[in-house]
């Protein structure tokens, strides 16, 4: 008794036109990104664990360490500063306000300058952080 065995095709997937649309996605999500350039401020943000990046494109209120205070990088004095707010919010109707104080600046300016935009009539306050890194042990 003679058996015969068939020989298997073996099965190809050509994966060359995948891989050529992934290279294409790839280059268009490269080219369309857009990236938030940072002001040139020196601050160090306080740290959180938990910290979610948000793109905004909103107002943004910075406090350096010498407790100047900055309205879209213009220096506001703290008494100019809600009359300024809200004619912000009269023009353009922001949605949040973005708050960027460096950690070494007193609780109480922060909390006053917090005050001062929900006197404006804003009310999504971002606070901005840092991500915590874990540290390697």
Do not use: W
């Not at 912000?88 to 006053?112: C, Q, R």
């Amino acid at each position: 008794m003679h058996l015969a065995f068939k020989s298997r095709k073996k099965l190809l997937l050509n994966i060359t036109s995948l891989i050529d649309v992934l290279f294409i996605l790839l280059i268009f999500f490269m080219v369309t990104s857009t990236f938030q350039q940072q002001p040139g401020m020196k601050l160090e943000l306080p740290e959180a664990k938990t910290s979610t990046i948000e793109k905004t494109q909103n107002i943004t209120i910075f406090i350096d360490v010498q407790q100047q205070i900055f309205l879209n990088d213009k220096p506001y004095a703290v008494d100019r500063l809600e009359n300024k707010l809200r004619q912000l919010v009269a023009k353009s109707h922001p949605s949040a306000l973005v708050l960027k104080a460096d950690k070494s600046v007193p609780h109480g300016l922060v909390v006053e300058v917090m005050d001062l935009v929900r006197q404006a009539g804003i009310k999504k306050l971002i606070i901005a952080t840092e991500v915590k890194l874990p540290e390697n042990k």
